[in-house]
């Protein structure tokens, strides 16, 4: 039977039946069922469109014909496993090196997010002698077992922190120990991650790493503030350990004006390692590790080959290689930047039009490029989350117009923009307008919003 003509109903049945309860739904209550996609844009199996403003996995959006017809044309001529002698990986490893910083000239090519961060731990645990890992609160990382091991998120709720990680506050200058009326909030949040590693080498304990995204997304889309990364690498290297950012989420131009996030933080900082994942295959399972000469010649002096059956195969590296193309033919930094500055500008407009009487209101939104948030919160002076507004303006936007948000924070009261970079000024446009109608008529007509939920 072919699965297309299961009804929704069979769909969920068998869903429920045979997936692992464990890996849930967007909108589990009600899900979506998607059949097609095109650019940004999702059809269920009634026609109806959806707009997506989520998917940063389908990048250059979702089934570019760019990405379909280099996978199918390399997909009939080859696709065998990376030990074989092939173009495409060198190509495309020598084209990801012209994007990153001169020391970053080394390649590990894997198949997710969580394989390319298990892997810089392998690296930086190899390269410097030390197992110890400084992390950012709520970070996630991954989801293999090393992984959840370094991830707040997850452990909080797991078997708990384990005795060789650390973890540094986010830098989060809204409701973080700084906020951006500091003098300095880069040096004085890296100053948190100098005084955590002196706690470490006091218990004896020596850091090989420190991880963090470049923007912490699950953090509550936080944008690190300016000046902190080159000093915690400082600080990190001059400990004897490595910087390792997590681009998984922010790579490939999505800050439109840098094609790396970790950028951001000044010219001249180089991280030691990079991890790719997400965007990388525009939804293809390509990921990456790229890292200096040293560390890669630790890694290889240990003498055991590192073998990954399906990294780097011709097909992931033909998909790689179209989806820089597609980024730089469609001009898709310079989108990112257009359209999130015009969004942040339409989320500031309706701030400044939310009467002080609501109680709840975009009080805060930060991004940079098409990684925007809004924070909601229901009092302004307590900057109490608001956690069920926000689920229900998500809630509400996918029921009445089609519109696919979610939320992010340590209170989920994050409404999370990370849309394909092909989404337009009219998106941007719709999707404010529907906000504003749907917070104007839960403020008059209810239902009663909460006034306290922390
Ligand atoms: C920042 C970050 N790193 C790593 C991962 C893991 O990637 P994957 O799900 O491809 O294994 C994720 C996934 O959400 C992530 O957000």
Same mark, same amino acid.
């Given at each position: 039977? !072919?699965?297309?003509?299961?009804?929704?109903?069979?769909?969920?049945?068998?869903?429920?039946?045979?997936?692992?309860?464990?890996?849930?739904?967007?909108?589990?209550?009600?899900?979506?069922?998607?059949?097609?996609?095109?650019?940004?844009?999702?059809?269920?199996?009634?026609?109806?469109?959806?707009? %997506?403003?989520?998917?940063?996995?389908?990048?250059? *959006?979702?089934?570019?014909?760019? /990405?379909?017809?280099?996978?199918?044309?390399?997909?009939?001529?080859?696709?065998?496993?990376?030990?074989?002698?092939? %173009?495409?990986?060198?190509?495309?490893?020598?084209?990801?090196?012209?994007?990153?910083?001169? &020391?970053?000239?080394?390649?590990?090519?894997?198949?997710?997010?969580?394989?390319?961060?298990?892997?810089?731990?392998?690296?930086?645990?190899?390269?410097?002698?030390?197992?110890?890992?400084?992390?950012?609160?709520?970070?996630?990382?991954?989801?293999?077992?090393?992984? /959840?091991?370094?991830?707040?998120?997850?452990?909080?709720?797991?078997?708990?922190?384990?005795?060789?990680?650390?973890?540094?506050?986010?830098?989060?200058?809204?409701?973080?120990?700084?906020?951006?009326?500091?003098?300095?909030?880069?040096?004085?949040?890296?100053?948190?991650?100098?005084?955590? /590693?002196?706690?470490?080498?006091?218990?004896?304990?020596?850091? =090989?790493?420190?991880? !963090?995204?470049?923007?912490?997304?699950?953090?509550?889309?936080?944008?690190?503030?300016?000046?902190? =990364?080159?000093?915690?690498?400082?600080?990190?290297?001059?400990?004897?350990?490595?910087?390792?950012? %997590?681009?998984?989420?922010?790579?490939?131009?999505?800050?439109? =004006?840098?094609?790396?996030?970790?950028?951001?933080?000044?010219?001249?900082?180089?991280?030691?390692?990079?991890?790719?994942?997400?965007?990388? *295959?525009?939804?293809?399972?390509?990921?990456?590790?790229?890292?200096?000469?040293?560390?890669?010649? !630790?890694?290889? +002096?240990?003498?055991?080959?590192?073998?990954?059956?399906?990294?780097?195969?011709?097909?992931?590296?033909?998909?790689?290689?179209?989806?820089?193309?597609?980024?730089?033919?469609? +001009?898709?930094?310079?989108?990112?930047?257009?359209?999130?500055?015009?969004?942040?500008?339409?989320?500031?407009?309706? &701030?400044?039009?939310?009467?002080? +009487?609501?109680?709840?209101?975009?009080?805060?939104?930060? *991004?940079?490029?098409?990684?925007?948030?809004?924070?909601?919160?229901?009092?302004?002076?307590?900057?109490?989350?608001?956690?069920?507004?926000?689920?229900?303006?998500?809630?509400?936007?996918?029921?009445?117009?089609?519109?696919?948000?979610?939320?992010?924070?340590?209170?989920?009261?994050?409404?999370?923009?990370?849309?394909?970079?092909?989404?337009?000024?009219? +998106? !941007?446009?719709?999707?404010?307008?529907?906000?504003?109608? /749907?917070?104007?008529?839960?403020? &008059?007509?209810?239902?009663?919003?909460?006034?306290?939920?922390?």
């Amino acid at each position: 039977m !072919a699965l297309e003509s299961l009804s929704k109903e069979e769909t969920l049945a068998m869903r429920k039946r045979l997936i692992g309860q464990s890996c849930r739904l967007f909108y589990s209550d009600k899900p979506v069922k998607i059949v097609r996609a095109r650019g940004q844009y999702l059809f269920d199996e009634k026609g109806k469109r959806y707009l %997506d403003c989520i998917s940063n996995v389908h990048h250059v *959006g979702h089934c570019h014909p760019s /990405i379909t017809e280099a996978a199918a044309a390399q997909m009939e001529l080859l696709n065998t496993n990376s030990r074989f002698l092939h %173009d495409n990986i060198v190509i495309y490893a020598n084209r990801l090196a012209s994007t990153l910083p001169s &020391q970053l000239r080394v390649f590990y090519f894997v198949n997710s997010g969580s394989e390319a961060n298990d892997l810089a731990l392998r690296l930086a645990q190899q390269y410097t002698g030390n197992e110890d890992v400084v992390v950012l609160d709520h970070a996630y990382h991954g989801h293999l077992k090393s992984l /959840i091991d370094i991830s707040p998120y997850k452990f909080r709720k797991l078997a708990g922190q384990k005795e060789w990680v650390h973890v540094a506050p986010l830098p989060d200058t809204y409701r973080g120990l700084y906020g951006e009326d500091h003098p300095d909030p880069g040096q004085a949040y890296a100053d948190t991650v100098r005084d955590l /590693i002196e706690e470490v080498h006091k218990k004896g304990r020596k850091i =090989s790493a420190f991880f !963090a995204e470049s923007f912490p997304s699950v953090g509550g889309q936080i944008i690190l503030p300016k000046g902190y =990364s080159p000093k915690v690498a400082e600080y990190v290297r001059s400990a004897g350990g490595i910087f390792v950012a %997590d681009e998984v989420q922010t790579g490939f131009g999505r800050s439109g =004006s840098h094609f790396w996030a970790f950028e951001q933080q000044g010219e001249g900082f180089s991280p030691d390692i990079v991890t790719m994942g997400k965007p990388m *295959g525009n939804g293809h399972p390509l990921a990456c590790v790229a890292t200096t000469e040293e560390i890669a010649k !630790a890694f290889t +002096d240990n003498g055991v080959e590192y073998f990954n059956t399906f990294g780097g195969n011709p097909v992931s590296c033909a998909i790689g290689l179209a989806l820089l193309d597609v980024i730089e033919r469609e +001009d898709l930094r310079g989108n990112a930047t257009r359209v999130g500055t015009h969004l942040k500008n339409l989320l500031r407009k309706l &701030q400044a039009s939310t009467s002080s +009487d609501w109680r709840c209101q975009i009080f805060i939104f930060r *991004g940079v490029g098409l990684f925007v948030g809004a924070e909601l919160v229901t009092d302004r002076e307590k900057k109490t989350p608001a956690t069920k507004t926000a689920s229900l303006l998500v809630k509400r936007l996918k029921e009445e117009d089609r519109i696919c948000v979610s939320t992010d924070g340590p209170w989920e009261n994050v409404v999370k923009f990370k849309p394909p970079m092909c989404f337009s000024m009219d +998106d !941007a446009e719709l999707v404010v307008n529907c906000i504003d109608r /749907i917070l104007t008529d839960m403020e &008059q007509n209810g239902p009663e919003l909460e006034k306290d939920n922390v």
